[in-house]
């Protein structure tokens, strides 16, 4: 297999062209320019459509016109272009309709910077738009990933006929690393429920998220939920490390897990049992797997670039059988791997002092 | 006996939920009779608006989307993008078009998408119960301009077709009326034309068409046409506001 120098969005853009994405529809934003950029150079060479929207709102309607025709389609976008998309996300989701939304987050609130940053978190595993539903959200911590996590993004928003979110940040868009792509052949699917002509041969398909009897759209995010659950058991997706023995577990996703892994390696070298935990699915979260590493831990420390989004979601998985405490940085700053030792070591001296405790799971 | 009217096959033989009068009906008719006779029912991806036509997903015998709100000429440019080969309508309301969804609509014109748009100008927001629209001429009473629409406070209605005659890439507007035999003949040529355009790759065709809400109006059936008649058409005038398809061919 070949390897290739490119840069996180540069990858991501052209392992979302190998799994056959067919229709890519933006609106400028930086920090995910590269995304929108690489398609629109290479979309009209390869049989595919690049088209820059007039927003974002319509970018997204043009990846729910595409995928309702029964394409692979995907669009790219940066924090505040995500706010404008959510409506199109809801009804993405609500008329169960396949699709890849990439947000390369930047700092916020409002326009906020153009800095890495983590915190759409919320938005992404929590309220992706209005009403009950859900996104499969890839949390890539490298390049490599990135493209992984892109072929399998569009396999499973096929699979489960629901839009897939890649949460990839400024860092991880703008870093260069070593890749390979998978030569696996892609088969794309079946789409009968499509908007392709019917030719008389059927009758007519019909996309729609209206339902005006309760009972039926009762029914109809019934049967979403009950396809969320085969997700959850099929797709959860973590990493640990070295947390067999760990005393501190540290939680981290995408680039703020990689800057966690050095300052793990230091606190071991230190003599302390630290290890790390690492979601790289954020929708469905690996709470089984979170639990089991946290097993002889006597304290996490979870660290985000943002003032404290996933750390929620640890202490409710935890269910207080463990202090959970939070270190993050937050409008575009990055935490560098001292700051997070530093915070180990404080964590360490508490524990020894026996300042912090909980039972163990 | 041999049968001189019956329901175009592109209508689906489902009771509509139209008002008694609304011209929402006789619009729908036209169009399937157009898919009818252009023979393109099968090929034909509708996508339908937020507002009182929400569900012509239920009435139409094509394949069909249903958008969210003012989105339709995105949506249908993502059809059309993914599928050129297919006939890609759009069915939208004045608040859909002229308010929520300018935007899309006049960059879709922008972009000459091969796409067929069919506007049901009826000056109110009839699905959430007559309030004002874009299109509410001045002194219009409605829900939400109780005192008239008074052009001081509430600014000035939209004229579309003159507004996207000016923009380069529109190749076809035509405002037509549904309120009489006369109009609605002109209407179906119109709709026809908007059509044929699009299977001759001529681009974004509009046809506006002055339509009745005599719910939120407060008339009967015959005073709402009448209405259109005396207020709408004076201030809307009817024609052919653009027409690139002779010069293109
Ligand atoms: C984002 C959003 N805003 C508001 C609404 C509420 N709404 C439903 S229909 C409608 C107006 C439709 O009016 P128009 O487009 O003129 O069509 P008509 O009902 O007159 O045919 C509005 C505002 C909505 N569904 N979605
Ligand atoms: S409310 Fe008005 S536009 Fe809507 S169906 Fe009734 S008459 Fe027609």
């Not at chain 1, 169960?96 to 930047?106: H, K, Y």
């Not at chain 2, 009473?141 to 579309?160: C, F, H, L, N, V």
Request: glycine share 8%; with cysteine; net charge negative.
């Amino acid at each position: 297999m070949e390897r290739l120098l490119m840069k996180g969005n540069e990858a991501l853009a052209e392992a979302a062209i190998r799994a056959g994405c067919k229709c890519f529809f933006g609106y400028p934003i930086t920090p995910q320019t590269e995304i929108s950029a690489y398609f629109a150079k290479n979309m009209p060479k390869r049989n595919g459509v690049f088209l820059q929207a007039e927003s974002e709102i319509a970018a997204v309607n043009m990846v729910l016109g595409a995928s309702a025709a029964g394409v692979r389609a995907m669009t790219s976008s940066s924090s505040p272009g995500i706010s404008l998309k959510s409506e199109g996300i809801s009804y993405l989701a609500a008329s169960d309709l396949p699709c890849v939304i990439v947000n390369v987050q930047r700092g916020g609130p409002g326009l906020g910077g153009i800095q890495p940053s983590q915190s759409d978190y919320f938005q992404a595993v929590k309220a992706a738009g209005h009403g009950d539903f859900h996104l499969i959200v890839y949390a890539p911590a490298s390049v490599q990933e990135t493209v992984d996590m892109t072929y399998l993004a569009f396999e499973n928003a096929d699979r489960y006929r629901m839009p897939v979110m890649i949460l990839s940040d400024g860092l991880l868009g703008q870093m260069m690393e070593p890749v390979s792509f998978p030569d696996t052949e892609i088969k794309l699917p079946e789409k009968e429920w499509a908007c392709t002509g019917h030719k008389h041969r059927r009758t007519h398909n019909i996309i729609n998220s209206l339902y005006l009897q309760p009972d039926m759209l009762e029914k109809s995010v019934n049967d979403r939920f009950m396809r969320y659950e085969r997700v959850k058991s099929e797709c959860t997706l973590s990493e640990e490390y070295l947390c067999s023995d760990a005393d501190i577990v540290v939680t981290a996703f995408g680039a703020s897990a990689r800057i966690a892994r050095s300052a793990v390696d230091s606190a071991r070298k230190k003599g302390i049992r630290a290890g790390l935990f690492r979601p790289k699915t954020l929708y469905p979260f690996p709470e089984t797997e979170l639990k089991a590493s946290c097993r002889n831990a006597s304290a996490v420390l979870c660290t985000e670039m943002n003032m404290g989004q996933m750390v929620y979601d640890i202490r409710l998985i935890l269910e207080n059988t463990l202090p959970v405490e939070f270190y993050g940085r937050t409008g575009g700053n990055i935490p560098s791997p001292e700051d997070i030792l530093t915070q180990i070591e404080k964590m360490n001296r508490r524990i020894k002092g026996g300042a912090l405790s909980g039972s163990s799971i | 006996m041999e049968a001189v009217f019956d329901r175009p096959h592109a209508l689906c033989d489902v009771p509509t939920h139209y008002c008694p009068g609304c011209t929402h009906g006789i619009i729908h008719r036209l169009i399937a009779e157009v898919l009818d006779e252009l023979d393109i029912e099968g090929d034909t991806v509708g996508v339908c608006p937020v507002g009182c036509s929400v569900m012509a997903y239920d009435y139409f015998g094509c394949d069909m989307i249903e958008a969210p709100h003012g989105r339709a000429p995105a949506v249908a440019t993502g059809v059309k993008r993914a599928s050129p080969d297919k006939v890609v309508f759009t069915y939208q309301g004045d608040g859909d078009l002229a308010a929520i969804g300018t935007c899309e609509t006049v960059h879709a014109a922008a972009r000459r998408e091969n796409i067929t748009v069919i506007f049901i100008n009826n000056t109110t927001y009839g699905m959430t119960g007559g309030q004002m629209a874009p299109t509410t001429i001045p002194g219009q009473i409605t829900q939400t301009s109780p005192y008239g629409r008074d052009t001081a406070m509430q600014g000035y209605p939209i004229k579309i077709c003159e507004m996207l005659a000016a923009v380069d890439g529109t190749a076809f507007v035509q405002r037509v009326s549904a309120d009489s035999v006369p109009h609605i003949l002109e209407a179906k040529k119109a709709i026809r034309k908007a059509f044929e355009n699009q299977l001759n790759g001529i681009g974004f065709s509009l046809v506006e068409v002055l339509s009745t809400c005599p719910t939120n109006w407060g008339m009967t059936p015959s005073a709402a046409m009448e209405r259109i008649r005396k207020e709408l058409i004076p201030y809307y005038p009817l024609g052919i506001y653009k027409d690139i398809s002779n010069q293109s061919k």
